[in-house]
Structure formats: C-alpha cells, structure tokens
C-alpha cells in the first residue's frame, strides 16, 4: 500500500507563449517541473513520482531531474506523454507498479503547492472518505455561463450561479488507484480534470480546502506571480 504522484508535464505552454516547453521554464532559476517533482516528494507519503515527459524530450527530462536529486525515500520515473493531458495522465498511470493504492495527479504548472496541501488530499484520500479528492478554493469573480462567441463579439449571458457554491478546483487530486484507472479506461469525452472523469462514472468526488500558492501558471502574468510567491518565501 503506497501512494505515488503523477505529474503531467507534456504540454507546450502555448498560452504562456514562446519559448521552452511550460514545465521547463524556470522560476527563481530553476525549471517549473523541478519545483513541482519537489512539492510532491515533500510529502513523505509520496514513494514514487511519474514525471510524463512531452514525448520528443524524455531523455532531456530525465538528465535535467538528475541534476535536481529528490529525497532519497522518492523514486522518480520518466515516461512520454501524449497529445492531450488526458492521454498523458493515462500514460502516467500505465507506469504505475501493482503495490501503489493511492494516486495524486499534479499539474508541473503548479510548482508551488505547499507540503500541507499534499498531505491533506492524501488523507482525505485514505481515510476511505470518498475515492477523489480535489483542493479547491472560493472565487473572488462572479462567474456566468455564456453563449461563447470565438471572435471576440458580445456573448448572450445565459445565467449566474450563485458564487458562494463555485469552487475553483487545483491539483494535485488525490484517488483510489483503481478507481482513477477506471475512468481513463471508460471515460470518453473532454473533460478538464481527473476529478471530473471519476464523476462521470457516479462515484463520489469530495472537496478539501487547496491554497491560494497552488494556482496554475497559464499566461505570463502568472510568472511574475509565481517568482513573488518564491521570493517571500525565500526572506
Ligand atoms: N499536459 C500534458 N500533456 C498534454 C497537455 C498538457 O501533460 N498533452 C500537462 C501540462 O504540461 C501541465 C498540465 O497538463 O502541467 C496542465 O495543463 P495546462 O496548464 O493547460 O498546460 P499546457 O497544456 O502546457 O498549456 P496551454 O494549454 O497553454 O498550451
Ligand atoms: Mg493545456
């Protein structure tokens, strides 16, 4: 009975614009994919981490994780991933060995979770509460479902949930392995989250607290979010 951590990280950044692949793009000098390999090895529930690589570069991910070491207790595995997140995830946990029960998916985009975050959706995970657990946290914008319009014309509003019950949804999402496993095998579809795979086949998801660090790095402004953030943390 283990808990390993797998961390998608093929992605191109295409909204963060050009340059290296977003997860080996640096904050405070050192690559995104390092911090996030670092949060999840933080935890020392965490034996094993699944790094899905973009599949051009697994080699040049592999030697760039080298050079940043994690604790001894924590295994780190490189495999390639795919075209979307979804397929990189399922390829992730295709890598996992039969001992592992408990699966976090982490974002390489949120290299800022703190350590208690972590331990937090684990728990939630293994006290048998639910098999999904995802981090969440409030909104600060009201949000409204639109007609969606690609070319930038107005879009006919078509209604306001009630903010007090939205809640914006992290990673990492913490599962039952057999259960994550299921949803990538039955789930078809686009679906934006782990969590929200493991919903569509009726099981229950629950919500813990997340963290404001834990936001995503999308679009140059959160760089210099996320360089702040280390900062203070440094002082
Ligand atoms: N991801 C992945 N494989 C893909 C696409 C995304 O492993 N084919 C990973 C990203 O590397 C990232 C996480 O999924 O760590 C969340 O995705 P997102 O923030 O959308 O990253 P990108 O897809 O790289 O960014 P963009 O959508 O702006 O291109
Ligand atoms: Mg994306």
């Known amino acids: 009975r283990s808990t390993a951590a797998v961390i998608p990280a093929a ?10 692949p977003k997860a080996l793009r640096t904050l405070g000098g050192i690559p995104m994919l390092v911090h996030a390999v670092r949060a999840m090895s933080a935890s020392r529930a ?22 940043y070491p994690a604790p001894e207790r924590t295994e780190v595995v490189v495999v390639a991933g795919g075209a979307t997140r979804q397929e990189s995830v399922r390829l992730g946990l295709e890598a996992l060995p039969d001992t592992v029960t408990t699966v976090l998916v982490h974002d390489a985009a949120r290299p800022l979770v703190p350590v208690d975050t972590v331990d937090a959706v684990i728990e939630a995970v293994r006290d048998g509460g639910a098999p999904a657990v995802v981090p969440a946290v409030p909104l600060a914008d009201t949000v409204k479902e639109v007609e969606p319009h690609e070319d930038g014309a ?56 997340g963290h404001e660090e834990a936001f995503k790095v999308t679009r140059p402004l959160d760089l210099v979010l996320a360089e702040a953030v280390l900062a203070r943390r440094r002082v």
């Open 46 to 67: 965490v034996s094993l981490v699944v790094v899905v690589a973009p599949p051009d570069d697994v080699a040049g991910v592999r030697t760039l994780l080298d050079e």
């Open 11 to 20: 992605g191109r950044g295409v909204r963060l614009g050009p340059g290296a």
């Open 154 to 209: 107005p879009e006919p509003v078509l209604g306001t949930p009630a903010r007090s019950r939205l809640r914006a949804v992290q990673t990492p999402q913490g599962f039952d392995r057999e259960t994550l496993v299921r949803a990538h095998a039955e789930v078809t579809g686009e679906v934006t989250d782990d969590a929200g795979m493991v919903e569509r086949l009726g099981v229950r998801v629950v919500a813990v607290p």
